[in-house]
């Protein structure tokens, strides 16, 4: 059980992360899985409560429930199981043998075939109907919401958006942190490669345009995002088990949509913005925690750029003697 459990923890390496921090760390021992949150790859200041990362974690945990399903496995998972250890977001164990299912072998594909598209979306390849009832049942089977805005809506969300980008160029701390994870270099394995970012562009809802201005080389497209749907991942409650649950969903969420021929990224500065995060709930139905925006269209035909990952195997490791703590 223990080679299948590295190899889960090695495939959820492909999992999307907040600024590509890949801010998780894997520890196997006997034939339990434990995930930590990798505090040393935090966002203090653009992140400042650890949501986007622990948001990150939970589409992990997610990726590697996924490979555990292809490889014939269901797993038991407790969430934030010992308080005295908050870095410990889950523990996966009993594993059950089940048969892996021609959709569980699709998803894990998707695993493979995801990556962030920040391209624009033209008009008149509308998302079909049945594909979004889809993405709203693969958020409910992880125990979030999926509240898509309608049009009317979408114009707040632009309010939103634009308003957390004015606040966050001010905000010193924070673009000196976004300039370190956007810099990293051509032979990096983590932070946001600018060639993976689209360059300026007229929008209804500007995405995040990670300070890089000229620098961004993602020729953008044609079209103006008339194509975009735009989705809010939502939770009851706002505590960091729900900020995982909503990882988890994204994941859920974003694999499927991968499957259905969707590709998208994720908006996340109106999330980290208070006053853009209270407008952002303003327009969901109560009790309705906004966790992360996810802006979807039917896919062009070329490929999105991939971004860098660390070697798998580099956050997975065995546990320590009994008696040591790593948290
Ligand atoms: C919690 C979270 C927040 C994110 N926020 C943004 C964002 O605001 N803008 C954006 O373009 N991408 C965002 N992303 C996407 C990441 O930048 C992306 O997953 C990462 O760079 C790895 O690239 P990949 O998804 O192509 O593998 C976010 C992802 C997560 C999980």
Known sequence: MSTVLHQAARDAGLAPSILNSQPWRWQVHDDVLDLYADLDRRLPDVDRHGRLMTISCGAAL?????????????????????????????????????????ESLATCRSMQLRHTDRRLFAAGMPVPGEVLSRLRAAAASEGARLHQLPHQDVVYLGYAARGAQTVGAHDARAAAELHRWTHRGADARDGIPPGTVAGPAARPVPVRDFGLGGEAALPPGDGDDAGAVYMVVATAGDEPVDWLVAGEAVSAVWLTATAQGLTGSPMSDVIEIPGARVLVRSLLPPPGQPQLVLRFGVAPPNEPPASPRRPAAEPVTEAPDAGEDVS
């Open 62 to 102: 997610h990726h590697a429930r996924v490979a555990l399903a292809a490889a014939g496995y269901e797993p038991a998972v407790d969430r934030l199981p010992d308080r005295g250890r908050p870095a410990l977001l889950a523990r996966i164990h009993d594993c059950r043998a089940r048969p892996a299912t021609p």
